[in-house]
């Protein structure tokens, strides 16, 4: 069962615009939440991460914004450049289960020059 | 920050050979390795978790004795894919964790095989 959702599948954005990436989780026992980037032929990476104590993080041009109550948090691309091109997993995780992670479906991203 | 080097990043095979993928944590100590399975276009799906010196607990539905996991050292887990064919051709990852950062997990770069 699939326990993080991810939208949208693909996303195509213009450079400079902002880039939207939702996830919405089912465990409320999830108290860690990263986001990834991948780029084609390699392993992800770490973008950004957030704990359900706060309800927004900015690093840079990416902010993640969480709602415990709706289960749910986001992450934004300010000033999308075509470098941001790649796809993009939120996961979650339980750091008392030994931090498995689960990831969503993924997100295409595609920033037009 | 923390590195995770996989190898090889790509390998082909013929059917029925065994092919062993190595992770390797290069500047901590990975107590729990994991690997993952992802096909194109698709999310990764988690085949197993390993800790150092014990054996590694399987997802549903992963043969274990097709897919060997070892993690002898806190440096070092492999993943031997045994009497390979066509439909294990997909891309493998492998993440570590461990003495950096307690929760987060760094991945190596992927191995790509193929089996012919």
């Known amino acids: 069962q699939q326990q993080v959702k991810q939208s949208p599948q693909s996303l195509i954005v213009q450079k400079g615009g902002i880039s939207i990436i939702n996830c919405a989780y089912e465990n409320t026992a999830f108290d860690y939440f990263p986001w990834y980037q991948q780029f084609p032929g390699k392993g992800p990476a770490l973008l950004i991460a957030?704990?359900?104590?706060?309800s927004e993080k900015k690093e840079g041009r990416f902010t993640i914004s969480f709602n415990k109550s709706a289960k749910q948090f986001s992450l934004h691309i300010m000033d999308s450049q075509p470098g941001d091109s790649a796809t993009y997993f939120c996961?979650?995780?339980?750091?008392?289960?030994?931090?498995?992670?689960?990831f969503g479906e993924g997100t295409q991203l595609t920033v037009n020059p | 920050g923390a590195v995770v080097s996989q190898h090889p990043s790509w390998v082909i095979c013929k059917s029925g050979t065994s092919v062993k993928i190595e992770c390797r944590s290069l500047d901590f100590q990975a107590t729990t390795m994991f690997w993952y399975r992802q096909f194109p276009k698709q999310s990764l799906m988690l085949m197993a978790t390993s800790n150092e010196g014990s054996k590694a607990t399987y997802e549903q539905g992963v043969e274990k004795d097709k897919f060997l996991i070892n993690h002898a050292s806190l440096t070092l887990s492999t993943l031997t894919v045994t009497s390979a064919h066509p439909e294990d051709s997909s891309f493998y990852i492998c993440?570590?964790?461990?003495?950096?950062?307690?929760?987060?997990?760094?991945f190596g770069q992927g191995t790509r095989l193929t089996v012919v």
């Open positions: 957030i704990r359900p104590d706060v």
């Open positions: 996961a979650a995780t339980q750091e008392t289960s030994g931090s498995r992670l689960t």
């Open positions: 993440s570590a964790m461990g003495t950096v950062r307690d929760t987060e997990a760094f």
